[in-house]
């Protein structure tokens, strides 16, 4: 019989939110419970390269991602990767190899989605060949409404794969259940659909304090929402390219990832409901 992995997708109410960091997180989980997990992000931004041993280029984050699922870092993990030059262009990396330099505009109307998405499907698809669980992250937020039709990162992807998407939402920046209402809201119908719960990130307080606001959020939704996680301090490189390493920090080698990684996922799993997410999952 044909493997063909089950899907979870990561989004975010805005960038920034923890996507990446509860991705790395559910891959080391999903992983300590034996089952063949991979990483993938459809597009990403980022100046952080990690350079394979084939010499392919993908984002670093998703390398990260990589070993927290305990694979090699693959560029099917990443198969558009975009790297900013300012001005609105940048340039282009397709399954790790330089494809082209594109300004914003021809990227989004010529290239992404007659081009773009099968390339995406074609690496997904490969890699649900070969595990049982793929971990997606979004890309931003779903919410962008000027840009949906050209989304391949977020909703367009989730609908074409039928994968079940888990938003999060970042506390410490304010504005937490706004961004949950307000997402939810901007989302089409049948998207909205497709949006199994809510996860808080980067939580600093005491918990009761916010269960009139979730009870409230959940009434509003009718979503639930899966974890409150805390503001966790660990020291690997960020996702995003506009959000930047954190000041004072050295960069973490490669063979000190590991034990980040199992800091973010015990904290992950100390402080959401991973058997209703385990069920959204399928399995």
């Known amino acids: 019989m044909t493997r063909r992995a089950k899907l979870i997708m990561i989004q975010g109410t805005t960038s920034g939110a923890g996507k990446s960091t509860i991705a790395i997180g559910l891959c080391r989980l999903f992983s300590d419970r034996g089952y063949n997990v991979a990483p993938f992000k459809a597009q990403n931004m980022s100046s952080n390269f990690f350079t394979t041993s084939s010499g392919s280029k993908m984002a670093l984050v998703q390398a990260i991602q990589a070993v927290a699922a305990r694979k090699e870092p693959d560029p099917r993990m990443n198969p558009i990767l975009l790297k900013p030059l300012g001005e609105y262009r940048s340039t282009v990396f397709l399954n790790g190899r330089f494809y082209s330099e594109m300004y914003a505009k021809e990227y989004y109307e010529k290239f992404v989605i007659p081009?773009?998405?099968?390339?995406?499907?074609?690496?997904?698809?490969?890699?649900?060949?070969?595990?049982?669980?793929?971990?997606?992250?979004?890309?931003?937020?779903?919410?962008?409404?000027?840009?949906?039709?050209?989304?391949?990162?977020n909703m367009l992807l989730a609908q074409e794969v039928g994968a079940p998407v888990i938003i999060v939402a970042?506390?410490?920046?304010?504005?937490?259940?706004?961004?949950?209402?307000?997402?939810?809201?901007?989302?089409?119908?049948?998207?909205?659909?497709?949006?199994?719960?809510?996860?808080?990130?980067?939580?600093?307080?005491?918990?009761?304090?916010?269960?009139?606001?979730?009870?409230e959020v959940q009434k509003m939704t009718k979503k639930r929402i899966l974890g409150i996680i805390p503001k966790i301090e660990f020291n690997l490189p960020e996702e995003d390219s506009?959000?930047?390493?954190?000041?004072?920090?050295?960069?973490?080698?490669?063979e000190a990832w590991n034990w980040q990684i199992d800091l973010i996922a015990k904290a992950i799993k100390e402080n959401i409901d991973m058997e209703r997410i385990s069920k959204v999952v399928g399995l």
């Open 115 to 153: 081009q773009g998405l099968t390339m995406v499907l074609k690496a997904l698809e490969s890699l649900r060949s070969e595990n049982d669980i793929i971990v997606i992250e979004g890309a931003g937020s779903p919410s962008e409404i000027n840009i949906a039709k050209y989304d391949i990162a």
């Open 242 to 254: 506009l959000v930047g390493s954190v000041a004072g920090k050295a960069e973490v080698p490669r």
């Open 170 to 215: 970042d506390i410490e920046r304010g504005g937490c259940f706004a961004s949950i209402v307000g997402t939810a809201q901007l989302l089409k119908p049948t998207h909205r659909a497709m949006v199994k719960g809510f996860l808080i990130n980067k939580f600093r307080g005491d918990i009761t304090l916010i269960a009139p606001a979730i009870k």
